[in-house]
T-cell receptor, first 110, second 110 residues
Framework: SQTIHQWPATLVQPVGSPLSLECTVE??????LYWYRQAAGRGLQLLFY??????ISSEVPQNLSASRPQDRQFILSSKKLLLSDSGFYLC?????????FGEGSRLTVL | KQEVTQIPAALSVPEGENLVLNCSFT??????LQWFRQDPGKGLTSLLL?????REQTSGRLNASLDKSSGRSTLYIAASQPGDSATYLC?????????FGTGTRLKVLA
């Protein structure tokens, strides 16, 4: 069966520091991969999605970037965090229909 | 640009009640409509997926319907239980992209 792993689960970072959140999917090949952000009291905002290795689509201009170095690995990065980057980050995958989520990473920028 | 709205934003009901959660979307050219549950601080759990060719799906006490022409989906929960307390989100799938509503926060009182 397919599983999705996302880490770290919790992160507290100072303003201006770098960020790296990692997500891996097991048990499937060539999945579509997604990064969402959920700010307090708000809905899920699609940040990036990828339909293949090296193929990244950005949905919202922001301080973040994404990479897909391997088929089942998706990384969310920032060179310098802003206070507004705080939130709950969720990785997800699909094979074209049903969407499945990881457990999320809570980022607090101080 | 697809917009997804969920009404009501919050709902509190006594145990045993049947209830309906609403989801509306502006662009009817969707592939699928998916309902999720989110517990506090957790990732999203898929509840039901309705493909565009289908009109409804059922799982246990949950029934979801889809009317693409009117841009609406409903999630019906029968005989609600305290364990159903969570935030329920719907998402419409376009070409690779899943757009979410802001959710309905449900509390079922024992």
């Amino acid at each position: 069966s397919q599983t999705i792993h996302q880490w770290p689960a919790t992160l507290v970072q100072p303003v201006g520091s770098p960020l790296s959140l990692e997500c891996t999917v097991e048990g499937t090949s060539n999945p579509n991969l997604y990064w969402y952000r959920q700010a307090a009291g708000r809905g899920l905002q699609l940040l990036f999605y990828s339909v293949g290795i090296g193929q990244i689509s950005s949905e919202v201009p922001q301080n973040l970037s994404a990479s897909r170095p391997q088929d089942r690995q998706f990384i969310l990065s920032s060179k310098k965090l802003l206070l507004s980057d705080s939130g709950f980050y969720l990785c997800a995958w699909s094979e074209g229909q049903e969407l499945f989520f990881g457990e999320g990473s809570r980022l607090t920028v101080l | 640009k697809q917009e997804v709205t969920q009404i009501p934003a919050a709902l509190s009901v006594p145990e045993g009640e049947n209830l309906v959660l609403n989801c509306s979307f502006t662009d009817s050219a969707i592939y699928n409509l998916q309902w999720f549950r989110q517990d506090p601080g957790k990732g999203l759990t898929s509840l039901l997926l309705i493909q565009s060719s289908q009109r409804e799906q059922t799982s246990g006490r949950l029934n979801a319907s889809l009317d693409k022409s009117s841009g609406r989906s409903t999630l019906y929960i029968a005989a609600s239980q305290p364990g159903d307390s969570a935030t329920y989100l719907c998402a419409s799938e376009g070409t690779y992209k899943y757009i979410f509503g802001t959710g309905t926060r449900l509390k079922v009182l024992a």
